[in-house]
């Protein structure tokens, strides 16, 4: 995973799992938003999509819920430790 995809992944985990962010997405909001380039964006976005971590929703990107074999549901994020 590249740092594109943890930021995405990071920035999910701390705002609900909501990225209100998509490929028609202005360049200008993805730099405000994500501090990246809107290539980088796209090209981090589809590779989390690639792996089944978020899934787009009506107005943005989803971080996936998953189930365990319990039943129990849990995200799956990845956080760079400080």
Do not use: Y
Not at 32 to 38: A, S
Not at 41 to 52: E, I, P, Q, R, S
Not at 56 to 63: D, K, M, V, W, Y
Request: net charge positive; no cysteine; aromatic share 8%.
């Amino acid at each position: 995973m590249n740092q594109f995809e943890n930021k995405i992944l990071a920035f999910l985990g701390d705002h609900g799992g909501f990225l209100p962010l998509n490929f028609e997405s202005e360049p200008s909001a993805i730099r405000k938003t994500l501090d990246m380039d809107r290539q980088s964006f796209v090209k981090a976005t589809k590779a989390l999509l690639a792996n089944d971590n978020v899934e787009f929703s009506e107005n943005g990107i989803q971080l996936k819920v998953k189930e365990t074999v319990s039943g129990a549901k849990f995200r799956k994020v990845k956080r760079k430790r400080r």
